[in-house]
């Protein structure tokens, strides 16, 4: 049977796991389900068309599954899906999506800390971290294993790819393609992701050829077109390297740049 504090709030039709913990002065909606080993600290709201997995964790004054901040949306039904073992601390708000039926959703193993947004209609993978202050507005995509460090911004519609980084208090409005180290206000690609390639059992080789593509989108001096040309006919075509291609060719908003460009966000 859930273990629910006395002062807490929890709609009748709220769909609750044997084990999930409520505590004091939280609220509960009638349309949320709460997974297996889910916890509510205290004082916090999850709200909503709102599901989670097992084994997440809200802090005090987070505000999960609100209604989105968006003058588009008009009362109808959307939906916030999380997965497993995420961690949402203190002042944190996820917002489902803004239009009938649609959604946002965040994987696995996430750890958002404090006063962390994550607007409607976004798309986050798993083991994300998302770092004090910052926020991602609509429709974002952030794939597996980013980094969003504090005090970051990213414009709506901006996609991060697996592993990368987006450095503390930049602000982008261009995709960052997947294992890039970006910094500033739209201050451009400044490396690889080392540190995360060797800390996820990247080998040597792909390593050098992350560097080698690099080297080529960002500092050669070509467009992106003939860099892409050039790293397909130069650089082995390994799994990593054929993403950033197909990220990059897929990319609506464009690119960020190399160190020398600047475009204001």
């Known amino acids: 049977m859930p273990k629910i504090h006395p002062t807490a709030l929890v709609d009748a039709n709220a769909r609750l796991a044997e084990d999930v913990e409520i505590g004091p002065f939280c609220i509960v909606g009638p349309n949320v389900e709460l997974g297996s080993g889910c916890k509510l600290i205290s004082q916090c709201n999850v709200v909503g068309y709102t599901t989670m997995g097992k084994n997440n964790i809200v802090h005090p004054f987070a505000n999960i599954g609100g209604p989105p901040q ?6 109808e039904r959307s939906y916030l899906r999380i997965g497993d073992n995420n961690i949402f601390r203190e002042g944190v708000t996820v917002n489902p999506g803004s239009h009938a039926e649609e959604e946002t959703v965040i994987g696995n193993g996430c750890f958002l800390l404090a006063y962390t947004h994550v607007a409607h209609n976004c798309r986050f993978g798993n083991n994300i971290v998302m770092v004090n202050f910052s926020g991602a507005p609509g429709y974002v995509q952030v794939g597996d294993c980013c980094l969003i460090s504090g005090l970051c911004g990213l414009h709506q519609f901006c996609r991060m790819g697996r592993l990368a ?5 930049s602000q982008v409005s261009m995709d960052i393609p997947p294992f890039m180290i970006a910094d500033g206000r739209n201050g451009g690609i400044r490396g690889i992701n080392l540190v995360g390639l060797k800390r996820r059992g990247f080998s040597t080789e792909t390593i050098r050829a992350l560097k080698d593509v690099y080297d080529i989108v960002f500092r050669s001096g070509l467009n992106t077109t003939n860099a892409l040309n050039k790293v397909k006919a130069e650089v082995p075509l390994l799994p990593e390297v054929k993403e950033f291609i197909e990220f990059v060719e ?3 908003r464009g690119i960020l740049q190399g160190r020398g460009a600047s475009r204001r966000a």
């Open 70 to 75: 968006d003058h588009a949306w008009k009362g």
């Open 165 to 169: 980084v987006l450095s503390g208090g």
């Open 250 to 252: 897929s990319s609506k």
